[in-house]
């Protein structure tokens, strides 16, 4: 008799979004869809440094529809917040620290009176010359941090190699999630509060809150229905919107919404941390970089915020995929007059890779050699396989993605093609760029490195799931949803993934990092576990078989290993579980093991393991206007064992044309007074679908299963992001076909960068047909 088939496991399968079809039907809730009785309208500063700082708020307090104006005199408890140290007023206190600072709130009934009302506040203040750039806050000793250094080897005995060595600058970027900040407080009796919130960090939003009310935080709950983008931008500076609307309820008694548009949103945040790089690269004659002496500045604006964090994954990551083996990293935050600059989608690495990358291409366009045979010469390996920081890199994939990439998107016959193309071709070039990445997995705080999950199952066998991450989009709880099926056995149909919130997981980590897969997926399974250890002995009593018989849950039945036949639905094992009175609630906790960093000697294990993967980008450009467009994209990514190859594809594609546009076409100008001037979509190019390669291939690198992650499994939320920079080495081999020689490409590299790059090639040119000519 044929045995009974029981449908297959969900994990390692391709899985919709769980709320796609509620994004595309209007029916997926966020926060600024939740009503409230009031509004907050943000006041913001006019100007970038002023001191003596005072309102008159009488005669717009007085206003129709006004309930409440706030200023920083008027918070009832401490007036610092700050993810890592309490260093930003939540409202300006006497000193104003950049142009678009808060410096009150206007609580009203509606934004037409809230900003009425705001047109008629006396402020006064007294203003001052702003730090604004890298280079004035070096030249006026202005940090956030004392110097971090990361150093091997000895930088003296390759001195007599091969130097490039330059600055290299990488631009800032803003996230432009598609949901701006927003935040809903309600009231709750016994003077408690309850908060809607778009933040990655729930946790951090409700400790703040009872931090600025002045309140114990388990009188704060703080709840993420979903978030449309984050990117980092909602990892600390969500805390401040959360406090607002707080805020709000406090002096009102209503609940309260703060809601920014997009003009808000661009000039109150913070962005990616522009960084100004000074570096010495030595080759040897065989083309491997022997040494690299590296000094970093970044701009952190006017507080700490993540600027340290930041800075320090920058200097773990000048190394990208190469083993060096002299070396000195020095790091430092700038301290300006601007907005506090935040977490980004890869966190300062890809600011990083930038530095080397350049560092290779140069010396590359000197030599006339392709980057792509000088990248493999010095990947890691098992001989050469520590880290500057001293941490191992176990049996990389370099070479194998590497081999695989280049032979699948025919590199080699596409390089020789566009170089005859580029011989003959008078207004166009096109080029060809390589690049590999190895990127770090784990917060390298080691703290935040834990998650929990709450899991409770029903007498209908129908599960309700929380954990301590939040979705912003990416898929998380669609992962989260199939761990959970797998682990109990039952279809994804079963599982509800609930709203994170901090009364069902506490003391959460930001869902950042890349990794709240792995932490959040072994917290899940370990719930999961508990319950199953609970079950089983009643299954097996069920089904009448011996204590040492093998019962699988697969599929919504529990049955005996050796005969599928010998079966019981799910669902009747949780009834009798209930009639039983065996628990069918547990809580599930995971920390990552082994994480640990000696910041003073520039030692240790910042990370659980390395992702890697490989792009190759192929451009046309027109040496008339210096618009391109990516003819080609080809990505090898490694993710592991996939948990669900359709969303990893999709944060692969994602994760590469954010890059692009920051490398390509976002730019952020200030005017001399520290004004945004980009800061709406009219000013600030985001990429669009004609920035997409038109031809996109991307491939998720097969039998890959990598050990001690959640069902071999690997991050990719942000190593993809550093594959775009294989754009900016297409674009400079399209550009030194003109005269054959070193490319001065600046970041981003727009239209017009492109287009003055290819006129110093062209002069280049010039000056070497007239000294033949002479």
């Given at each position: 008799?044929?045995?009974?088939?029981?449908?297959?496991?969900p994990?390692?399968?391709?899985h919709?979004?769980e709320s796609?079809?509620r994004?595309?039907?209007?029916?997926?809730?966020?926060?600024?869809d939740?009503?409230?009785?009031l509004?907050?309208h943000v006041?913001?500063s006019?100007?970038?440094?002023?001191?003596n700082l005072v309102i008159d708020?009488?005669?717009?307090?007085?206003?129709?529809?006004?309930h409440?104006?706030i200023?920083?005199a008027?918070?009832p408890?401490d007036?610092?917040?700050?993810?890592?140290?309490?260093?930003e007023?939540?409202?300006?206190?006497?000193?104003?620290?950049?142009?678009?600072?808060?410096?009150?709130?206007?609580?009203?009934?509606?934004?037409?009176e809230?900003?009425?009302?705001a047109?008629?506040?006396?402020i006064?203040?007294?203003?001052?010359?702003?730090i604004?750039s890298?280079?004035?806050?070096i030249?006026?000793?202005?940090?956030?941090?004392r110097?971090?250094?990361i150093?091997?080897?000895?930088l003296l005995?390759?001195?007599?190699q091969?130097?490039?060595?330059?600055?290299?600058q990488?631009?800032?970027?803003?996230?432009?999630y598609?949901e701006?900040q927003?935040a809903?407080?309600?009231?709750v009796?016994?003077?408690?509060?309850e908060i809607?919130?778009s933040?990655q960090?729930?946790t951090?939003?409700?400790k703040m809150?009872?931090?600025?009310?002045?309140?114990?935080?388990?009188?704060?709950?703080c709840s993420?229905?979903?978030?449309g983008?984050g990117?980092g931008?909602?990892?600390s500076q969500?805390t401040?919107?959360?406090v607002?609307?707080?805020?709000?309820v406090?002096?009102?008694?209503c609940?309260?919404?703060?809601w920014?548009d997009?003009?808000?949103?661009?000039?109150l945040?913070?962005?990616?941390?522009?960084?100004q790089?000074?570096?010495?690269?030595?080759?040897?004659?065989n083309h491997h970089?022997?040494?690299f002496?590296?000094e970093?500045f970044?701009?952190g604006?006017?507080?700490?915020d993540?600027?340290?964090p930041?800075m320090?994954?920058?200097?773990?990551h000048?190394d990208?995929a190469?083993h060096?083996p002299?070396l000195?990293?020095?790091g430092?935050v700038?301290?300006?007059?601007l907005?506090?600059?935040?977490?980004f989608?890869?966190f300062?690495?890809?600011?990083?890779v930038v530095?080397?990358?350049?560092?290779?291409?140069?010396y590359?366009?000197?030599?006339?050699?392709?980057?792509l045979?000088v990248?493999k010469i010095?990947?890691?390996?098992?001989e050469?396989n520590?880290?500057p920081?001293?941490q191992?890199?176990p049996?990389?994939?370099l070479d194998?993605i590497?081999?695989m990439?280049?032979?699948?998107?025919?590199y080699?016959?596409r390089?020789?093609?566009?170089d005859?193309?580029n011989?003959?071709?008078?207004?166009?070039?096109?080029g060809?760029g390589?690049q590999?990445?190895?990127?770090?997995?784990?917060?390298?705080?080691?703290?935040?490195?834990q998650?929990?999950?709450?899991?409770?199952?029903?007498t209908?066998?129908s599960?309700?799931l929380?954990h301590?991450g939040?979705?912003?989009?990416q898929?998380?709880?669609?992962?989260?949803?199939?761990?959970?099926?797998?682990?109990?056995?039952?279809?994804?149909?079963?599982?509800?993934v609930?709203?994170?919130a901090t009364d069902?997981?506490?003391?959460t980590s930001?869902?950042?990092?890349s990794?709240?897969?792995d932490?959040?997926?072994?917290?899940?399974?370990?719930?999961?576990?508990?319950?199953?250890?609970?079950l089983k002995?009643l299954?097996r009593?069920?089904?009448n078989?011996q204590p040492?018989?093998?019962?699988q849950?697969?599929?919504?039945?529990v049955?005996?290993?050796?005969?599928p036949?010998?079966?019981?639905?799910f669902s009747?094992?949780?009834?009798?579980?209930w009639?039983e009175?065996?628990?069918?609630?547990?809580?599930?906790y995971?920390?990552?093991?082994?994480i640990?960093?000696?910041e003073?000697?520039?030692r240790?294990?910042p990370?659980?393991?390395?992702?890697?993967?490989?792009a190759?980008?192929?451009?046309?450009?027109?040496?008339?206007?210096g618009?391109y467009?990516?003819?080609?994209?080809?990505?090898?990514?490694d993710?592991g064992?996939?948990?669900?190859?359709?969303?990893d594809k999709?944060q692969?594609e994602?994760?590469?044309?954010?890059g692009?546009?920051?490398?390509?076409?976002?730019e952020l100008?200030?005017?001399?007074q520290?004004?945004?001037?980009t800061?709406?979509?009219?000013t600030?190019?985001i990429?669009?679908s004609?920035?997409?390669p038109l031809?996109?291939?991307?491939?998720?690198l097969?039998?890959?299963?990598?050990k001690?992650?959640?069902h071999?499994?690997?991050a990719?939320?942000?190593?993809?992001?550093m594959l775009?920079i294989?754009?900016?080495?297409?674009l400079?081999?399209a550009?030194?076909?003109i005269a054959?020689?070193?490319?001065?490409?600046?970041?981003?590299?727009?239209?017009?960068?492109?287009?003055?790059?290819?006129?110093?090639?062209?002069?280049?040119?010039?000056?070497?047909?007239?000294?033949?000519r002479f």
């Amino acid at each position: 008799m044929k045995s009974p088939s029981i449908p297959a496991s969900p994990m390692h399968k391709a899985h919709k979004h769980e709320s796609a079809f509620r994004h595309t039907s209007g029916d997926a809730q966020y926060v600024d869809d939740i009503r409230a009785d009031l509004i907050t309208h943000v006041v913001l500063s006019e100007v970038a440094r002023a001191t003596n700082l005072v309102i008159d708020t009488s005669r717009a307090s007085s206003m129709v529809g006004v309930h409440a104006i706030i200023t920083a005199a008027d918070i009832p408890g401490d007036p610092l917040v700050g993810p890592i140290m309490h260093d930003e007023p939540i409202l300006a206190d006497g000193d104003i620290l950049y142009h678009g600072q808060a410096i009150a709130l206007v609580i009203a009934e509606s934004y037409e009176e809230a900003r009425l009302a705001a047109s008629q506040l006396n402020i006064q203040y007294e203003t001052h010359t702003a730090i604004l750039s890298i280079q004035d806050a070096i030249d006026a000793n202005s940090f956030h941090n004392r110097p971090h250094r990361i150093a091997r080897g000895d930088l003296l005995s390759v001195e007599d190699q091969t130097c490039v060595e330059g600055i290299c600058q990488t631009p800032a970027q803003d996230h432009f999630y598609l949901e701006t900040q927003a935040a809903v407080a309600r009231p709750v009796e016994g003077g408690c509060y309850e908060i809607l919130s778009s933040t990655q960090h729930p946790t951090e939003v409700q400790k703040m809150v009872a931090h600025v009310l002045g309140i114990s935080s388990n009188r704060v709950v703080c709840s993420v229905p979903r978030m449309g983008g984050g990117f980092g931008g909602k990892e600390s500076q969500a805390t401040q919107i959360g406090v607002f609307a707080a805020l709000g309820v406090w002096f009102t008694g209503c609940s309260v919404k703060c809601w920014l548009d997009r003009d808000t949103d661009m000039k109150l945040t913070g962005k990616r941390h522009p960084f100004q790089s000074f570096y010495r690269a030595y080759f040897d004659s065989n083309h491997h970089l022997v040494g690299f002496d590296v000094e970093i500045f970044s701009n952190g604006g006017w507080t700490s915020d993540l600027s340290i964090p930041v800075m320090d994954r920058a200097l773990f990551h000048l190394d990208n995929a190469y083993h060096i083996p002299n070396l000195n990293f020095v790091g430092r935050v700038c301290k300006t007059n601007l907005p506090s600059n935040t977490a980004f989608r890869g966190f300062g690495g890809p600011q990083g890779v930038v530095v080397v990358e350049e560092a290779i291409n140069r010396y590359c366009e000197r030599l006339s050699l392709d980057p792509l045979i000088v990248r493999k010469i010095n990947y890691y390996r098992n001989e050469n396989n520590r880290t500057p920081y001293g941490q191992e890199v176990p049996a990389p994939r370099l070479d194998r993605i590497h081999d695989m990439l280049a032979t699948s998107s025919s590199y080699q016959q596409r390089r020789e093609a566009i170089d005859a193309w580029n011989k003959t071709a008078r207004h166009t070039k096109r080029g060809i760029g390589y690049q590999c990445v190895k990127f770090g997995i784990s917060f390298t705080k080691a703290l935040l490195n834990q998650a929990g999950a709450l899991v409770q199952i029903y007498t209908d066998g129908s599960i309700q799931l929380n954990h301590s991450g939040t979705e912003m989009g990416q898929g998380l709880h669609t992962k989260m949803m199939a761990v959970c099926a797998h682990e109990l056995g039952v279809s994804m149909d079963a599982v509800r993934v609930m709203n994170t919130a901090t009364d069902k997981v506490p003391n959460t980590s930001p869902t950042a990092a890349s990794s709240g897969s792995d932490l959040n997926g072994q917290a899940v399974r370990i719930a999961c576990a508990t319950l199953i250890d609970r079950l089983k002995p009643l299954a097996r009593r069920i089904l009448n078989v011996q204590p040492q018989e093998d019962i699988q849950f697969c599929g919504g039945f529990v049955f005996v290993s050796r005969s599928p036949e010998q079966r019981i639905p799910f669902s009747q094992l949780c009834t009798q579980a209930w009639v039983e009175q065996i628990s069918l609630s547990a809580t599930g906790y995971y920390r990552t093991p082994g994480i640990a960093y000696d910041e003073e000697k520039g030692r240790g294990t910042p990370f659980f393991y390395f992702a890697y993967g490989a792009a190759i980008t192929e451009v046309e450009l027109s040496t008339l206007t210096g618009e391109y467009r990516i003819m080609r994209t080809d990505i090898l990514h490694d993710v592991g064992d996939s948990m669900s190859p359709d969303i990893d594809k999709g944060q692969v594609e994602g994760a590469y044309v954010q890059g692009v546009g920051w490398l390509s076409g976002e730019e952020l100008l200030y005017n001399p007074q520290g004004r945004l001037l980009t800061y709406a979509p009219s000013t600030y190019k985001i990429p669009s679908s004609g920035d997409v390669p038109l031809d996109f291939r991307v491939q998720l690198l097969p039998k890959a299963e990598a050990k001690g992650v959640i069902h071999g499994s690997k991050a990719v939320g942000e190593p993809p992001f550093m594959l775009s920079i294989s754009l900016v080495t297409a674009l400079r081999h399209a550009i030194s076909s003109i005269a054959n020689k070193e490319v001065q490409l600046r970041l981003p590299a727009t239209s017009e960068a492109v287009l003055r790059a290819v006129y110093s090639q062209r002069m280049v040119l010039e000056e070497e047909q007239d000294l033949i000519r002479f």
